[in-house]
Nanobody, 126 residues
Framework: QVQLVESGGGLVQAGDSLRLSCAAS????????MGWFRQAPGKEREFVAA????????YYADSVLGRFTSSKDSAQNTWYLQMNSLKPEDTAVYYC???????????????????WGHGTQVTVSR
């Protein structure tokens, strides 16, 4: 079992920055991919970004590429989402997630993840 707790959400204005954190505990050695998803009211949960626990490979949604950066700590059990140049359309509940091995498009969908945090609200005003 892996337990995930995310934090760092808040209310900001367009153009501002936020950093989200996800802390994992339990059997973290089973994690291969460590990611972020978001869900806005009335919309499906969508992939945002992910990093691999071992190595430097990562993934980003086209909508956040160049604005958001995903990273991890040296112990590889905490990961972050640095969100810059925030836009109103970034408003959503953000969830961290972890899963086993994935590759390509399999790392960009909810089915590729086994463990989920409870979410943190990010609201971006104009």
């Amino acid at each position: 079992q892996v337990q995930l707790v995310e934090s760092g959400g808040g209310l900001v204005q367009a153009g501002d920055s936020l950093r989200l954190s996800c802390a994992a505990s339990g059997r973290t050695a089973t994690m291969h991919i460590m990611g972020w998803f978001r869900q806005a009211p009335g919309k499906e949960r969508e992939f945002v970004a992910a990093v691999r626990r071992i190595g430097t490979g990562g993934y980003y949604a086209d909508s956040v590429l160049g604005r958001f950066t995903s990273s991890k700590d040296s112990a590889q059990n905490t990961w972050y989402l640095q969100m810059n140049s925030l836009k109103p359309e970034d408003t959503a509940v953000y969830y961290c997630a972890a899963g086993g091995y994935c590759a390509g498009s399999g790392c960009r969908v909810s089915a590729g993840y086994d463990y989920w945090g409870h979410g943190t609200q990010v609201t971006v005003s104009r």
